[in-house]
């Protein structure tokens, strides 16, 4: 399984973007998938998640901006950020439990994509 995230770039002050990860490979089905993002010198921190089933979670210092979705046929998540700041500038990485067909049938793993960068310029 792998997960390919896109959409990052450099947007000023109040702008939006919106980030996308599609999974592919051998999939039977996805548990939850989520957004990290880990500022300059800081650690990885999480700022959404959905369950495939559709329930959504929001860190505190994006709730009302950001809006995590889902595409099931797909197997693409998206999230739309909103009135961006400066302190939205990070690497962004999106992140998957799935459960996936493998040599001794179906097991669950975590499957991290690459990261994205966002710049928000003031």
């Known amino acids: 399984v792998q997960l390919q995230a896109s959409g990052g770039g450099l947007v000023q002050d109040g702008g939006s973007l919106t980030l996308s990860c599609t999974a592919s490979g051998s999939i039977y089905s996805i548990v939850v998938m989520a957004w990290y993002r880990q500022p300059p010198g800081k650690e990885r921190d999480l700022v959404a998640t959905?369950?495939?089933?559709?329930?959504?979670n929001y860190s505190d210092s994006v709730k009302g901006r950001f809006t995590i979705s889902r595409d099931i046929v797909r197997n693409t998540v998206l999230l739309q950020m909103n009135n961006l700041n400066a302190e939205d500038t990070a690497v962004y990485y999106c992140?998957?439990?799935?459960?996936?067909?493998?040599?001794?049938?179906?097991?669950?793993?975590?499957?991290w994509g690459q990261g994205t960068q966002v710049t928000v310029s003031s």
């Open positions: 959905i369950t495939w089933g559709g329930s959504t």
């Open positions: 992140n998957g439990v799935i459960k996936d067909y493998g040599l001794r049938g179906v097991s669950t793993s975590t499957y």
